[in-house]
Protein backbone atom coordinates (compact mmCIF):
# COMPACT_ATOMS: atom_id res chain seq x y z
CA UNK A 1 0.00 0.00 0.00
CA UNK A 2 2.62 2.18 -1.18
CA UNK A 3 1.17 5.65 -1.55
CA UNK A 4 1.20 6.93 -5.08
CA UNK A 5 0.94 10.35 -4.85
CA UNK A 6 3.28 13.11 -4.61
CA UNK A 7 4.96 14.07 -1.46
CA UNK A 8 3.59 17.88 -1.83
CA UNK A 9 0.24 16.03 -1.80
CA UNK A 10 1.43 13.99 2.00
CA UNK A 11 2.43 17.13 3.32
CA UNK A 12 -1.24 18.71 2.73
CA UNK A 13 -2.62 16.42 4.32
CA UNK A 14 0.12 15.93 7.39
CA UNK A 15 -0.16 19.87 7.47
CA UNK A 16 -3.75 19.74 7.77
CA UNK A 17 -4.08 17.72 10.61
CA UNK A 18 -1.32 19.69 12.29
CA UNK A 19 -3.63 22.80 12.03
CA UNK A 20 -5.95 21.09 13.30
CA UNK A 21 -4.99 20.21 16.34
CA UNK A 22 -3.21 23.37 17.01
CA UNK A 23 -6.71 24.85 16.78
CA UNK A 24 -8.05 22.66 19.52
CA UNK A 25 -4.79 23.26 21.29
CA UNK A 26 -5.50 27.08 20.98
CA UNK A 27 -9.39 26.78 21.69
CA UNK A 28 -8.49 24.32 25.08
CA UNK A 29 -5.96 26.89 25.94
CA UNK A 30 -8.90 30.03 25.34
CA UNK A 31 -11.30 28.04 27.29
CA UNK A 32 -8.87 27.53 30.53
CA UNK A 33 -9.33 23.18 29.57
CA UNK A 34 -6.07 21.32 30.10
CA UNK A 35 -4.20 20.77 27.06
CA UNK A 36 -4.81 17.12 25.27
CA UNK A 37 -8.32 17.12 26.80
CA UNK A 38 -10.01 17.35 23.62
CA UNK A 39 -8.97 14.52 20.95
CA UNK A 40 -9.35 14.30 17.21
CA UNK A 41 -11.79 12.24 15.14
CA UNK A 42 -10.41 12.72 11.58
CA UNK A 43 -14.14 12.37 9.37
CA UNK A 44 -13.23 10.67 6.27
CA UNK A 45 -16.43 9.93 4.86
CA UNK A 46 -16.84 10.12 0.98
CA UNK A 47 -12.80 10.64 0.65
CA UNK A 48 -10.58 8.10 -1.04
CA UNK A 49 -8.71 5.55 1.02
CA UNK A 50 -5.27 7.03 -0.07
CA UNK A 51 -6.23 10.08 2.42
CA UNK A 52 -6.99 7.84 5.12
CA UNK A 53 -3.51 6.40 4.94
CA UNK A 54 -1.94 9.88 4.14
CA UNK A 55 -3.43 10.92 7.54
CA UNK A 56 -2.76 7.69 9.23
CA UNK A 57 1.05 8.03 7.98
CA UNK A 58 1.35 11.48 9.76
CA UNK A 59 0.42 9.41 13.08
CA UNK A 60 -3.62 10.05 12.84
CA UNK A 61 -5.65 6.87 14.24
CA UNK A 62 -8.88 8.06 14.83
CA UNK A 63 -11.79 7.96 11.55
CA UNK A 64 -15.35 8.29 11.37
CA UNK A 65 -17.64 7.29 8.49
CA UNK A 66 -20.92 8.06 7.57
CA UNK A 67 -22.17 5.50 5.02
CA UNK A 68 -21.57 1.56 5.60
CA UNK A 69 -20.94 -0.08 2.42
CA UNK A 70 -18.48 3.19 1.91
CA UNK A 71 -17.19 2.50 5.12
CA UNK A 72 -16.94 -1.16 5.11
CA UNK A 73 -15.08 -1.65 1.78
CA UNK A 74 -12.40 0.97 3.56
CA UNK A 75 -12.05 -0.69 6.40
CA UNK A 76 -11.74 -4.01 4.49
CA UNK A 77 -8.76 -2.21 2.38
CA UNK A 78 -7.04 -1.18 5.70
CA UNK A 79 -6.76 -3.92 8.14
CA UNK A 80 -4.19 -2.15 10.65
CA UNK A 81 -5.33 -3.08 14.01
CA UNK A 82 -4.46 0.04 15.80
CA UNK A 83 -7.18 2.23 13.43
CA UNK A 84 -10.11 3.33 16.02
CA UNK A 85 -12.72 2.90 13.37
CA UNK A 86 -16.29 5.51 14.41
CA UNK A 87 -19.74 4.75 12.95
CA UNK A 88 -21.60 8.59 12.88
CA UNK A 89 -23.60 8.60 10.20
CA UNK A 90 -27.74 7.43 10.66
CA UNK A 91 -28.21 4.32 11.51
CA UNK A 92 -31.10 1.96 9.50
CA UNK A 93 -31.93 -1.13 11.36
CA UNK A 94 -31.10 -3.25 8.26
CA UNK A 95 -27.53 -2.00 8.57
CA UNK A 96 -26.48 -2.60 12.23
CA UNK A 97 -24.45 -5.99 11.40
CA UNK A 98 -22.05 -4.99 9.40
CA UNK A 99 -21.47 -1.64 11.99
CA UNK A 100 -21.43 -4.14 14.94
CA UNK A 101 -18.86 -6.33 13.07
CA UNK A 102 -17.22 -3.69 11.78
CA UNK A 103 -16.26 -0.66 14.03
CA UNK A 104 -15.17 -0.04 17.49
CA UNK A 105 -17.27 2.85 18.32
CA UNK A 106 -20.56 3.91 17.32
CA UNK A 107 -22.02 7.63 17.75
CA UNK A 108 -25.11 7.83 16.39
CA UNK A 109 -27.13 5.67 18.31
CA UNK A 110 -30.93 7.40 18.88
CA UNK A 111 -33.17 4.46 19.54
CA UNK A 112 -33.60 1.58 21.87
CA UNK A 113 -34.22 -0.69 18.75
CA UNK A 114 -31.35 0.02 17.22
CA UNK A 115 -28.85 -0.34 20.08
CA UNK A 116 -30.62 -3.68 20.68
CA UNK A 117 -30.08 -5.25 17.24
CA UNK A 118 -26.13 -3.52 17.74
CA UNK A 119 -25.74 -5.25 20.92
CA UNK A 120 -26.82 -9.07 19.36
CA UNK A 121 -24.92 -8.48 16.71
CA UNK A 122 -21.99 -7.54 17.95
CA UNK A 123 -20.07 -10.94 17.90
CA UNK A 124 -18.44 -12.33 20.98
CA UNK A 125 -14.92 -12.24 20.17
CA UNK A 126 -14.86 -8.62 20.13
CA UNK A 127 -14.67 -6.02 22.67
CA UNK A 128 -17.87 -4.44 23.89
CA UNK A 129 -19.03 -1.60 20.81
CA UNK A 130 -18.16 1.85 22.32
CA UNK A 131 -21.67 3.56 22.03
CA UNK A 132 -22.59 7.24 22.30
CA UNK A 133 -26.28 8.57 22.05
CA UNK A 134 -26.95 11.02 19.20
CA UNK A 135 -29.19 13.65 21.05
CA UNK A 136 -31.34 16.18 19.26
CA UNK A 137 -30.29 19.47 21.67
CA UNK A 138 -32.13 22.01 19.19
CA UNK A 139 -35.45 19.65 19.48
CA UNK A 140 -35.33 20.48 16.01
CA UNK A 141 -37.80 18.21 14.20
CA UNK A 142 -35.98 17.97 10.67
CA UNK A 143 -32.56 16.99 13.06
CA UNK A 144 -31.50 13.79 13.62
CA UNK A 145 -31.05 12.30 17.44
CA UNK A 146 -33.11 11.11 20.33
CA UNK A 147 -34.70 14.07 22.45
CA UNK A 148 -33.32 15.00 25.58
CA UNK A 149 -36.44 13.78 27.96
CA UNK A 150 -35.84 10.59 26.60
CA UNK A 151 -31.64 10.50 26.37
CA UNK A 152 -32.27 8.31 30.19
CA UNK A 153 -34.06 5.64 28.88
CA UNK A 154 -31.72 4.81 26.23
CA UNK A 155 -28.76 5.10 28.37
CA UNK A 156 -30.42 2.58 30.93
CA UNK A 157 -31.07 0.15 28.09
CA UNK A 158 -27.33 0.63 26.51
CA UNK A 159 -26.16 0.31 30.18
CA UNK A 160 -27.38 -3.28 30.49
CA UNK A 161 -26.11 -4.61 27.25
CA UNK A 162 -23.64 -6.99 27.63
CA UNK A 163 -21.75 -6.12 24.14
CA UNK A 164 -22.12 -2.14 24.32
CA UNK A 165 -20.25 -0.01 26.61
CA UNK A 166 -21.88 3.57 27.46
CA UNK A 167 -18.83 6.18 26.86
CA UNK A 168 -21.16 9.03 26.28
CA UNK A 169 -23.03 11.78 23.93
CA UNK A 170 -22.70 13.08 20.57
CA UNK A 171 -24.66 16.04 18.93
CA UNK A 172 -25.13 18.38 15.88
CA UNK A 173 -26.59 21.01 16.73
CA UNK A 174 -29.29 23.32 14.59
CA UNK A 175 -26.97 25.56 12.38
CA UNK A 176 -26.80 29.48 13.36
CA UNK A 177 -24.34 31.97 13.27
CA UNK A 178 -25.02 33.10 16.93
CA UNK A 179 -21.84 31.63 18.95
CA UNK A 180 -23.43 32.58 22.34
CA UNK A 181 -26.73 30.21 21.05
CA UNK A 182 -24.69 27.65 20.34
CA UNK A 183 -22.25 27.63 23.19
CA UNK A 184 -25.68 27.72 25.11
CA UNK A 185 -26.82 24.35 23.10
CA UNK A 186 -23.58 23.06 23.88
CA UNK A 187 -23.47 23.57 27.30
CA UNK A 188 -26.96 21.98 27.77
CA UNK A 189 -25.68 18.85 26.47
CA UNK A 190 -22.37 19.32 28.78
CA UNK A 191 -25.36 19.02 31.60
CA UNK A 192 -27.08 16.42 30.84
CA UNK A 193 -23.43 14.89 30.35
CA UNK A 194 -22.59 15.73 33.37
CA UNK A 195 -25.65 14.41 34.89
CA UNK A 196 -25.75 10.67 33.62
CA UNK A 197 -22.13 10.61 34.26
CA UNK A 198 -22.59 10.48 38.10
CA UNK A 199 -24.78 7.28 37.01
CA UNK A 200 -22.80 5.84 34.39
CA UNK A 201 -19.14 5.61 35.25
CA UNK A 202 -18.15 4.18 32.07
CA UNK A 203 -19.12 7.67 29.97
CA UNK A 204 -16.07 10.10 29.62
CA UNK A 205 -16.82 11.29 25.57
CA UNK A 206 -18.47 13.96 24.61
CA UNK A 207 -18.50 14.55 20.75
CA UNK A 208 -19.65 18.24 20.16
CA UNK A 209 -17.80 20.25 17.24
CA UNK A 210 -17.28 20.53 13.56
CA UNK A 211 -14.92 22.28 11.14
CA UNK A 212 -17.66 25.02 11.74
CA UNK A 213 -18.15 25.30 15.64
CA UNK A 214 -15.03 23.50 17.03
CA UNK A 215 -14.11 26.86 19.90
CA UNK A 216 -18.08 27.08 20.77
CA UNK A 217 -18.21 23.56 21.00
CA UNK A 218 -14.82 23.01 23.21
CA UNK A 219 -16.09 26.23 25.30
CA UNK A 220 -18.99 24.23 26.65
CA UNK A 221 -17.03 21.09 27.17
CA UNK A 222 -16.20 18.99 24.21
CA UNK A 223 -13.89 16.26 24.84
CA UNK A 224 -14.32 15.06 20.98
CA UNK A 225 -14.02 17.11 18.12
CA UNK A 226 -14.75 15.49 14.72
CA UNK A 227 -13.58 17.32 11.89
CA UNK A 228 -13.46 16.28 8.13
CA UNK A 229 -13.38 19.34 5.63
CA UNK A 230 -10.97 20.85 6.97
CA UNK A 231 -8.48 18.12 7.13
CA UNK A 232 -9.45 16.45 3.80
CA UNK A 233 -11.14 19.36 2.15
CA UNK A 234 -14.39 20.21 0.53
CA UNK A 235 -16.91 17.25 0.01
CA UNK A 236 -18.74 16.84 -3.18
CA UNK A 237 -22.10 15.32 -1.75
CA UNK A 238 -23.66 16.35 1.48
CA UNK A 239 -22.98 15.44 4.78
CA UNK A 240 -25.63 14.08 7.64
CA UNK A 241 -28.79 15.43 7.47
CA UNK A 242 -32.01 13.08 6.68
C1 LIG B 1 -19.67 15.00 8.16
C2 LIG B 1 -19.74 15.03 9.62
C3 LIG B 1 -18.77 15.70 10.38
C4 LIG B 1 -17.65 16.52 9.78
O1 LIG B 1 -18.15 17.71 9.30
P1 LIG B 1 -17.18 18.87 8.74
O2 LIG B 1 -18.07 20.06 8.71
O3 LIG B 1 -16.75 18.44 7.39
O4 LIG B 1 -16.05 19.02 9.68
C5 LIG B 1 -18.89 15.63 11.75
N1 LIG B 1 -19.87 14.94 12.34
C6 LIG B 1 -20.81 14.26 11.65
C7 LIG B 1 -21.85 13.51 12.37
C8 LIG B 1 -20.78 14.30 10.27
O5 LIG B 1 -21.73 13.64 9.58
Known amino acids: ?3 QLSDNYMVTIAERL ?7 ALAEKKAQKPAQSVSLLAVSKTKPVQLIIDAYQAGHRKFGESYVQEAVDKIKQLPHRDIEWHFIGPIQSNKT ?47 SGCPVEEVPELAEFIAQSRQLTLRGLMTIPAQ ?8 ASFSQLRACFDTLKTQYPSMDTLSMG ?3 DVEAAI ?24
Not at 97 to 118: C, G, H, T, Y
Not at 176 to 183: G, S, Y
Request: no cysteine; hydrophobic share 40%; charged share 20%.
Open 18 to 24: KSAYARI
Open 1 to 3: MTP
Open 176 to 183: TDNEAELI
Open 210 to 212: MSG
Open 219 to 242: TAGSTMVRIGTDIFGARDYPTQQH
Open 97 to 143: KPIAENFSWVQSVERIKIADRLNKQRPNNLLPLNVLIQVNISNDAAK
